[in-house]
């Protein structure tokens, strides 16, 4: 490793005095005021007990985290971790199957929301789907990148049985919510269940779908997108 | 040969093609936005449905971006599996965060990296109404923050973690500091301050102020881009002696707002500016983006 030069020396330090000083420290430029009016922080309730309720819970929790992360706050990156890296990890292993890239893909996932936390944009969904959109995002080029198409068909062909919701939460509150995405799953043909399944944890593309269900692949892309209005539309998600 | 119905039987508006090309040519990228929430598709998909949508109308770039915002919303209540990870996963994930990788081969110990913090511009560079108001939000965040680590804090992250939140001084935890006391404003305001702006490398501009007296110096970047994705600044105190840069913390693109407080600088040569891999080098990648000799 060379060592650094302390070289282009096309700069010079002038002499200022303390009133030149105190004059530029009372005029920041104008992007120094709009910074202040985006770090004011917005967590009153911070310190009430974490309900491990429902999704708008959470999503509030993760919101002031998120805040505070784009601080550099590592207690609150700790506890956004804790609170979310189950879903995270899940997700991994269904897609992945593999521990090791499962473990590989929840870090790359962690480190991505400790940078970009800043980057969060409430108004373009909540931060569970955010996260969760990182996350698939990471885990669908992971599994393609390793493992050939059939490959993950045979493997999800081995997998497709365990229902979605293995981990339901005592809380009435998200049993209810749980309970819904049941009934809201339901209301879904068998056919478009399928192909949402093999595209979300078989990290299949429109096109794979086709060929595993020997479909057609104007069908399928139909399939994918009725089944998912079809559930949002159950689900009153806006 | 296609769904074209919904839930309630009624006919849909467009049939899909075979290939995303032809859908996108054919006025249906809003019907992507599905597939494209579910990643159902190929990078190139991916790309030409991206290239599409943001150079498409305004409302019809609106209606994509709601359908894709809905179904990811959708797919985040659906699609619930959990599994507890291993044990010691979070400790790795702490152990890679930008600084945290204790600058491998360090010359000196933690608390000299410590020694860099960066505050909140709004700290250092008070304009007179708001800078109250600043004092107060800072206050309260400082409150907040004693009474979560006296009571929430996982005892594994104290053991795990501690050390990491010490090297992690160069990216944003002196936010907090009262402005009375503020050494940002004591460097610059010094009656010794000297200062000069140097050009950086790739756009904008470092503003480094030193202060002999104080024996530490002052950095504040200006219009300068955000790292490349996977890269941080890492800011160099090159010793005149010739020996080994000594880290003096990273800057991602949040940092890059804050101003940076170097201390230590009796036996330095000069400042260096660098683009290193996120969690920083252990040695500088030339060339630097910016450098600043300081004549001390």
Known sequence: ?238 | MTDTNDSRGRQLPRAFAADIPTDLAAGRAVELAEIYALDAISDAEREAIDAYVSGAPEAERDSFNDRVRQARETLALSFTAEEEPPADLFARIVAQLPAAAPAEGQARPHAATAETTVAGAPAALPAAEPAHAADELSAARQRREVRRRKSGLRNWLIGVAAAAVIALGGVGIGAYLANQNDPFNQVIEAQDARQATVDVNGGGTATVSISQSHDALVVRMKDVPPPPAGKVYQMWLIPKDGSTPVSQGLMDAEALSKPALVKGIGSAAALGITVEPVGGSATPTLPTVAAAPLNT
């Not at chain 1, 299949?204 to 892309?221: D, G, Q, S």
């Open chain 1, 1 to 238: 490793m060379k060592t650094l030069q302390p070289g282009n020396a096309a700069f010079r330090f002038a002499r200022h005095d303390a009133a030149t000083a105190q004059t530029r420290v009372q005029h920041p430029p104008a992007g120094n005021l709009c910074l202040r009016v985006m770090e004011t922080p917005n967590a009153p309730n911070f310190d009430a007990p974490a309900p491990p309720g429902t999704a708008v819970d959470l999503n509030q929790q993760l919101a002031q985290l998120l805040g505070r992360i784009a601080d550099s706050d590592q207690a609150s990156f700790a506890e956004f971790y804790r609170l979310t890296s189950r879903r995270v990890f899940g997700m991994a292993r269904r897609v992945l199957i593999d521990p090791e890239l499962s473990e590989d893909t929840t870090q790359e996932v962690f480190l991505q929301v400790w940078q970009n936390a800043a980057k969060f944009d409430p108004a373009s969904g909540s931060p569970l789907a955010w996260l969760m959109t990182i996350s698939h995002r990471r885990a669908v080029d992971k599994v393609r990148s390793s493992q050939s198409a059939s490959d993950r068909e045979a493997r999800y062909g081995a997998n497709s049985q365990d229902i979605d919701h293995d981990s339901v939460s005592d809380e009435v509150d998200s049993r209810l919510e749980a309970e819904a995405v049941v009934r809201c799953l339901e209301t879904l043909t068998e056919t478009q269940q399928e192909s949402v399944r093999l595209a979300y944890y078989g990290g299949l593309t429109y096109r794979e779908v086709a060929e595993k269900l020997n479909a057609a692949i104007p069908t399928i892309k139909s399939r994918i997108r009725d089944g998912l209005i079809r559930l949002k539309t159950c689900l009153g998600v806006s």
